[in-house]
C-alpha cells in the first residue's frame, strides 16, 4: 500500500465548475497536509496547507482534512483553464520532517 | 527574486561521469531538503540538512550520492558514476521551523539526463 495515494486522472471539468480532488494517507501519525500544483516541466508550487480537522478556505481553493478516515481533499471553484496542471498532495509523518507525496492528479478545465 | 534558485538548470552526462548541483535556499531558512522525481511520480525525499548537519537520507540514497551544506546555507548534492536511472528532475526545497511545522519551497530543478 503506497503511503498517500492519489487518482492519477486525468480528471476533466469544465470551465466555471469546481474541480474536486482527493488524497489518502496510510500514517494515522501524520500532522501536515499540502498540496501542490505542478505546470508541465516545471517545478511544485505550494498552493495550500491544512494541519487541523476541517476545512481551510483561500480565495477559490478550500482544502479539507478528516484525520479520522485519512482522507485530504482540494476543492477549486470557479475553475479556470490556468488551473490546467497536476496537483499533488503531500504529507508530513509522524516525528518526520520529510514529504511524502502521492503521485498527482492531472486536471484539465475545459473552456 | 528571493526564492529558492538552482543551478544548472539542465544537465546532460555520459554514463559513469560526475555531476554536481547546487541550491540556494530562501535566505532566513534553515532547512533545506532535497527530492528526486521521475516523470509521471510525485517527488520522492532523498536527504535533508538542518543548519549544517544533515539529519536524515533516504534508502533511495545510494553510496553514489553525497549531499553537503558545509555553512548552513547553499548545498551541493553529488551523484558519482551517473547512470541512466539517475535521470530525472532533482528538486531542492528549503523551509523555515520555528515552532511551525514549515511548509517547503521548491526551486526551479535541475533536470538530468544521463546518456
Known amino acids: 500500500q503506497k503511503e498517500v495515494e492519489q487518482n492519477s486522472g486525468p480528471l476533466s471539468v469544465p470551465e466555471g465548475a469546481i474541480a474536486s480532488l482527493n488524497c489518502t494517507y496510510s500514517?494515522?501519525?501524520?500532522?501536515?497536509f499540502f498540496w501542490y500544483r505542478q505546470y508541465s516541466g516545471k517545478s511544485p508550487e505550494l498552493i495550500m496547507f491544512?494541519?487541523?480537522?476541517g476545512d481551510k478556505e483561500d480565495g477559490r481553493f478550500t482544502a479539507q482534512l478528516n484525520k479520522a478516515s485519512q482522507y485530504v481533499s482540494l476543492l477549486i471553484r470557479d475553475s479556470q483553464p490556468s488551473d490546467s496542471a497536476t496537483y499533488l498532495c503531500?504529507?508530513?509523518?509522524?516525528?518526520?520532517?520529510?514529504?511524502?507525496f502521492g503521485q498527482g492528479t492531472r486536471l484539465t478545465i475545459n473552456p | 527574486d528571493t526564492g529558492v534558485s538552482q543551478d544548472p538548470r539542465h544537465k546532460i552526462t555520459k554514463r559513469g561521469q560526475n555531476v554536481t548541483f547546487r541550491c540556494d535556499p530562501i535566505?532566513?531558512?534553515?532547512?533545506l531538503y532535497w527530492y528526486r522525481q521521475t516523470l509521471g511520480q510525485g517527488p520522492e525525499f532523498l536527504t535533508y540538512?538542518?543548519?549544517?548537519?544533515?539529519?536524515?537520507k533516504s534508502r533511495l540514497l545510494s553510496d553514489r550520492f553525497s549531499a553537503e551544506r558545509p555553512k548552513g546555507s547553499f548545498s551541493t548534492l553529488e551523484i558519482q558514476r551517473t547512470e541512466q536511472g539517475d535521470s530525472a528532475m532533482y528538486l531542492c526545497?528549503?523551509?523555515?521551523?520555528?515552532?511551525?511545522?514549515?511548509?517547503?519551497?521548491f526551486g526551479p530543478g535541475t533536470r538530468l539526463t544521463v546518456l
Open positions: 535566505s532566513e531558512h534553515n532547512r
Open positions: 503531500a504529507v508530513n509523518g509522524q516525528g518526520a520532517q520529510k514529504l511524502v
Open positions: 526545497a528549503s523551509s523555515f521551523l520555528a515552532g511551525g511545522l514549515g511548509e517547503q519551497f
Open positions: 491544512i494541519y487541523s480537522n
Open positions: 540538512f538542518q543548519n549544517e548537519a544533515q539529519l536524515e
Open positions: 500514517d494515522r501519525g501524520s500532522q501536515s
